[in-house]
């Protein structure tokens, strides 16, 4: 008997559920709201009666007052009609700062960040963003000229890119 009345009432909550009205734009289909009519007769007598434009009216109060997004302009493309050639450049080579003498040195590269002397040996060193350069000079009478050149990591224990290295080294020659 228990089993019945429960299948009865699940029945019935079904057919409500289903038939029940989520929005207030429009009614349940089984129960008619009396005042539909009634309501919809007066508001068509007012609208007649005011001189306010209906159009107008109903799309202020309907509509959000968003503004509508403009069009992006879109960018002309053009092919190209000449090809371009990019001039090479050319490849720096670090053995062009050997035997050259302290004054040339300092025309080519400018003036070093650190120098330190001891007895015949000179020791310019520049620092760049991707390497140290080390310039050794000795001396020779009354005047130094390049010895030996060595590149090293800006980091302890780093890595160093030889290649970026020597490009940083010929922007600053050129």
């Known amino acids: 008997m228990n089993y019945i009345l429960i299948k009865i009432i699940f029945g019935i909550c ?6 029940a009205c989520h929005t207030f734009e429009h009614q349940n289909i089984f129960i008619q709201n009396k005042y539909k009519n009634s309501n919809q ?11 306010i434009n209906n159009k107008k009216s ?11 997004p403009k069009k992006i302009e879109e960018v002309q493309k053009l092919a190209l009609q000449k090809n371009v050639k990019v001039p090479k450049s050319k490849k720096f080579n670090i053995k062009k ?3 050259l003498d302290e004054l040339k040195l300092i025309e080519m590269l400018g003036k070093s ?19 140290f350069l080390d310039v050794f000079l ?11 050149i060595e590149t090293r990591p800006t980091k302890l224990n780093g890595a160093i890119d030889i290649n970026e290295c020597l490009k940083e080294i010929n922007n600053i020659m050129n």
């Open 58 to 68: 109903k799309k202020d109060i309907e509509m959000a007052p968003i503004e509508t």
């Open 138 to 148: 000795l001396r020779k009478d009354d005047n130094y000229i390049v010895n030996y």
């Open 97 to 99: 700062i050997l035997n």
């Open 14 to 19: 079904i057919v409500i559920s289903i038939n």
């Open 113 to 131: 960040d650190f120098i330190k002397e001891e007895g015949k040996l000179k020791n310019y060193q520049y620092y760049f963003e991707e390497c």
């Open 41 to 51: 007769e007066l508001l068509d007598k007012e609208d007649k009666n005011s001189k």
